[in-house]
């Protein structure tokens, strides 16, 4: 018969036999198939990848707005002298411009002022449609429109307008953008547009202000750039 410290020994040892298996379970990662342990993550994982730019995308509003505007994406507006315009024809002979008959206001470095009288269809002599535009206006192109008018108003007066300057309409810009406006002056008209960076006026004698504006609209596809 084993003695009293015999069985207390093998007991001990029995024990210490099941802890360690016990332990050796714990660490062992396949000795529990039911438990889905996460691997750890790899410097691949931690490391955040660079993100990329989102690209740039142009709305339908920023087009419309750009249209509205007139000004083209590429830069500003010109003005330029050509030899037709909406059916025009630059004056020649008695009819060329040799001074220049209208104050342009202050022309600075990178300006350009295109002065200039033009024929209706089948002219050769009389009052000439007469254009003054300037282009890299550095002011507001408003601003540079109302010095121009009051220049063309004094130039009317003295060529052939009567009566007295009316109040101005705005029309419709055409393609270009910006803003048009004619006035009546006795039984001519006069107008003018503005836009992101140019500002023009004419003299349309013998027309109402309504058919001056749709013809200086015109005007413009060929006057401008």
């Given at each position: ?201 004419a003299l349309f004698p013998q027309s109402s202000p309504a058919q001056a504006a749709k013809l200086f609209a015109a005007m413009r596809a060929d006057l401008e750039q």
């Open positions: 018969m084993p003695s009293t410290g015999s069985r207390t020994a093998r007991t001990l040892l029995a024990a210490g036999t099941l802890v360690a298996a016990l332990a050796l379970t714990a660490c062992d990662p396949e000795s529990d198939p039911g438990t889905d342990a996460a691997p750890a993550p790899t410097a691949a994982a931690t490391t955040a990848a660079p993100s990329s730019p989102a690209p740039v995308a142009t709305s339908a509003t920023a087009t419309a707005t750009a249209k509205a505007s007139g000004k083209p994406s590429g830069g500003k507006r010109t003005v330029i002298s050509t030899q037709h315009a909406a059916g025009l024809t630059k004056s020649s002979g008695d009819g060329t411009i040799s001074d220049v008959p209208v104050d342009p206001g202050e022309m600075r470095d990178g300006m350009n002022l295109v002065v200039e009288n033009y024929d209706r269809a089948g002219q050769t002599s009389g009052r000439r449609i007469l254009f003054v535009g300037v282009d890299n206006v550095p002011e507001d192109t408003g601003k540079r429109r109302e010095h121009l008018w009051r220049g063309l108003i004094d130039y009317a007066a003295g060529n052939g307008s009567t009566g007295t300057p009316g109040t101005g309409t705005p029309y419709a810009p055409g393609p270009l953008g910006g803003s048009l406006e004619c006035l009546p002056y006795g039984a001519d008209a006069l107008c003018g547009w503005a836009d992101s960076s140019t500002a023009a006026v």
